[in-house]
């Protein structure tokens, strides 16, 4: 990028990673924000991949725009799991969202949905159950006005099938009672809708369909008030985010390469083409690496936060290359969060 004074700026797009959480067991799907003068990531914290009823969620906070962290709580219910934890604030307080599954029998899809507040990011209230929430999973919430957002789906993302998961939008004034809104027609698979306001005011939503071996995967990009919508088929991703910077909308998520490999990736979104462009990968993620968020820290730097499969773990540095999604799971390697900042006047985007 070339400087208005002649120079040039030579700050890398994506930074050098920083570890948010390490210690050997399985730390993933972790969720960032900014509030009251700090950064706060919350992540499922637990000893297996999937069914452990004594997962936690951990929260940590950072002072220092994510260069260190520190545990601030471990909020959970016993016997159950606590799958993507979404933390958002709303009404001068700070919450955390989460799917909870019980872990006596996955296949049944026995969730609910489950809310904690805090008023200062380290005294948080007992999770408290939404009403009406079983057999659902929920993405997460964004602010518009008075009003939270949020997108919902049935709870099956341990056995996804070819038809429509009942994708639908939540809105609350209030937390305590819940309506229906609008929501866009997003196809068989609809889950994990993530939505934004653009400076322009324009909703958007990203929403990605996953269908039973990834045959009739798509992206859908839904906006406007009459959510008109286009797909990308054939496009696999979980776990999206999108932002906008200087007009310019960005769209990070959990990519499948096709090989058995997966990256925490980031695309512009392209609207007049109806498609999107990559920008990059962070290289940083290691084997099951994915479920990124975003924190922005000023007008032109975003945090950028996901797991990663833990290149401190002895038997990882053991091996002789990086293992795939499936046998790093498999073989229940843990798993890290890390951080990255983005310098976006660094990034190859915009036209």
């Known amino acids: 990028m070339v400087l208005p004074d002649g120079g040039v700026d030579n700050t890398p797009f994506i ?4 570890t948010v959480w390490h210690d050997g067991a399985q730390n993933a799907a972790a969720d960032a924000t900014p509030f009251g003068g700090a950064v706060f990531a919350a992540f499922r914290h637990a000893s297996a991949w999937s069914g452990d009823p004594s997962a936690r969620v951990y929260v940590v906070r950072s002072q220092d725009q994510g260069r260190t962290w520190q545990k601030v709580a471990d909020p959970g219910v016993t016997g159950l799991d606590p799958r993507q934890p979404r933390l958002f604030a709303f009404g001068k307080k700070l919450w955390l969202l989460a799917t909870f599954w019980d872990t006596t029998d996955p296949t ?43 997108s919902v789906w049935g709870a099956d993302e341990l056995f996804p099938v070819d038809q429509p998961t009942g994708f639908s939008l939540l809105a609350t004034a209030d937390l305590a009672k819940f309506a229906n809104a609008a929501a866009p027609n997003a196809g068989p698979g609809a889950r994990e ?28 990009f839904c906006h406007g008030a009459e959510w008109k919508c286009w797909s990308i088929p054939g496009m696999s991703v979980e776990a999206p985010a999108m932002f906008e910077w200087n007009g310019i ?9 096709g090989s058995g490999i997966v990256r925490t990736s980031i695309w512009q979104v392209l609207d007049d083409t109806q498609d999107v462009s990559p920008v990059a990968d962070v290289t940083a993620g290691f084997g099951e690496t994915g479920g990124p968020s975003l924190a922005p820290l000023d007008s032109e730097r975003v945090l950028l936060v996901f797991h990663s499969t833990s290149r401190l773990d002895p038997r990882v540095a053991a091996l002789p290359s990086e293992p795939t999604e499936v046998q790093a799971e498999a073989q229940g390697y843990p798993t890290d969060v890390l951080a990255v900042e983005l310098n976006m006047p660094s990034a190859a985007a915009g036209h």
């Open 15 to 18: 930074s050098a990673p920083f």
């Open 108 to 150: 049944a899809h026995r969730t609910t949905l489950r809310i904690s507040g805090s008023i200062d990011g380290a005294t948080w209230a007992p999770f408290a159950e939404l009403p009406g929430t079983d057999g659902i999973a929920a993405w997460r919430p964004r602010a518009i006005g008075s009003q939270l957002f949020f």
């Open 193 to 220: 809708g993530d939505l934004v306001v653009r400076a322009s005011g324009e909703r958007w939503m990203v929403v990605p369909g996953r269908t039973v071996g990834g045959t009739k995967d798509q992206l859908s």
């Open 249 to 257: 909308l960005y769209l990070t998520a959990k990519r499948d390469t």
